[in-house]
Each structure stands twice: as structure tokens, then as C-alpha cells.
């Protein structure tokens, strides 16, 4: 059956440092994925979006990768702030018309 | 401001009642979704619409209903035939009905049932 899985336990980290956050998944051939965060009571809010063909992207503090091989996305956050602490999801390619997402990270940041 | 906006913010019903929740989106976007929010689990799709007066079945469309006629409302009707209707519900919309878009969301309706 078709899996995404991130890592199964919250993040605590001290501000400045760098967060690491992994997508796997099973049975899927994404063409494509992208990363939301989340804050508690809220939609999400797109951040980035790599295609296979991409092996990395970033935007400002943000750095995504994408291994087809591993089936394995990761999302970085350098610099870490503690506005950073939220809830990050990873969305795959499920078809042409519908994503599926990942249960999502917590990140919390520490001054 | 362009968004999409859902009301109420909560929502509560007895059990064995109807209710529909209300998501608007004046992003001129052609599709909308639908997702429940459990704790603990990914969004999972429950209905979506590529363009008005079509919709299609997502993962988990038991027990809920929906219905397209105007380009920027997409309502759902959460029945009494729908087990666990408790959870955060959460609207979207893409520019067209192609999972490459980034998806908007709106700010989610929790619905309580007891």
C-alpha cells in the first residue's frame, strides 16, 4: 500500500541551529513533491515544491532535496528562529488531480 | 485580499444531525478540495472539483456530500451516516485541477460532534 512517512517524533532544537526534517515514502512515483507548514489551528501554508528532475531547491533559510532513488525528501531550516516552530508537511504526487500528505513534523525552536 | 474563507471557525452538533460547512474563494481558481484533519494523520482527501458543477470522490467521501454550482463556493454537507464526524476540516483551492499547483488553504472549520 502507498505510505509517506516523516519523523515519528517532534524536533526540539536550539535557535541557530539547523533543523532536518525527512519525508519517505512507498509505493508512490511522485513527479514532483512539496513542503506546507502549519501552525496550530490553521490551514496550511505552501512553502516549496522540487520536481524529480531537481535534486535540490531552496528559498531564503529554507533547502529542500529530493532522492527518487531512496524515495526520500528532505527540508532543512538553517539558521533556525524560534517563529520557525511549527508543524511542516510533506505532499507527494498521488495523480494528475490529487496530492497526499504526510501526518507532518513539529518543530520547536528554543531561544 | 484574495483568499479563501470558511465559516464558522467551530462548529458543534449533536449526533444524527446534518451540517454543512461553508468554504468561499475569490481566487478566480477553477478547483477545490476538500481534507479532514485527524490528529496524528496526514490531510485526507474527502472530495474535490476541477471545474463548477463537477466533483469527484476522494479518499474518504463516506458519508459526506458536496455541490459545485458556483465557481467560488464548494460546500460540505457532513451527514448522520458519517461515523466519526468529529476533526479540523480543511478547504483548498488550486488555479486548475492539477495536483502541481500549490494548494491555498483556508483557515479550517473545526467540527465537534457529540
Known amino acids: 500500500s502507498q505510505k509517506i512517512e516523516q519523523n515519528s517524533e517532534a524536533l526540539n532544537i536550539q535557535e541557530g541551529k539547523t533543523a532536518t526534517l525527512t519525508c519517505n515514502y512507498t509505493?508512490?512515483?511522485?513527479?514532483?513533491l512539496q513542503w506546507y507548514r502549519q501552525d496550530p489551528g490553521r490551514g496550511p501554508v505552501f512553502l516549496l515544491l522540487?520536481?524529480?528532475?531537481?535534486k535540490e531547491k531552496r528559498k531564503e533559510r529554507l533547502k529542500v532535496t529530493f532522492d527518487t532513488t531512496l524515495k526520500q525528501s528532505l527540508f532543512h531550516i538553517t539558521a533556525s528562529q524560534p517563529a520557525d516552530s511549527a508543524t511542516y508537511l510533506c505532499?507527494?504526487?498521488?495523480?494528475?488531480?490529487?496530492?497526499?500528505f504526510g501526518a507532518g513534523t513539529t518543530v520547536t525552536v528554543r531561544a | 485580499d484574495g483568499g479563501i474563507t470558511q465559516s464558522p471557525k467551530y462548529l458543534f452538533r449533536k449526533e444524527g444531525q446534518n451540517v454543512t460547512l461553508s468554504c468561499e474563494q475569490n481566487?478566480?481558481?477553477?478547483?477545490m478540495y476538500w481534507y479532514r484533519q485527524d490528529p496524528g494523520q496526514g490531510l485526507r482527501l474527502i472530495y474535490y472539483?476541477?471545474?463548477?458543477?463537477?466533483?469527484q470522490k476522494g479518499d474518504i467521501a463516506e458519508g459526506y456530500s458536496v455541490s459545485r454550482e458556483k465557481k467560488e463556493s464548494f460546500p460540505l454537507t457532513v451527514t448522520s451516516a458519517q461515523k466519526n464526524p468529529t476533526a479540523f476540516y480543511l478547504c483548498?483551492?488550486?488555479?486548475?485541477?492539477?495536483?502541481?499547483?500549490?494548494?491555498?488553504f483556508g483557515p479550517g472549520t473545526r467540527l465537534t460532534v457529540t
Open positions: 522540487i520536481r524529480e528532475n531537481e
Open positions: 472539483s476541477q471545474i463548477v458543477n463537477d466533483f
Open positions: 481566487l478566480n481558481h477553477d478547483a
Open positions: 505532499a507527494l504526487e498521488a495523480n494528475d488531480y490529487k496530492l497526499s
Open positions: 483548498a483551492s488550486t488555479p486548475r485541477g492539477d495536483s502541481s499547483y500549490e494548494q491555498y
Open positions: 509505493n508512490y512515483s511522485p513527479a514532483y
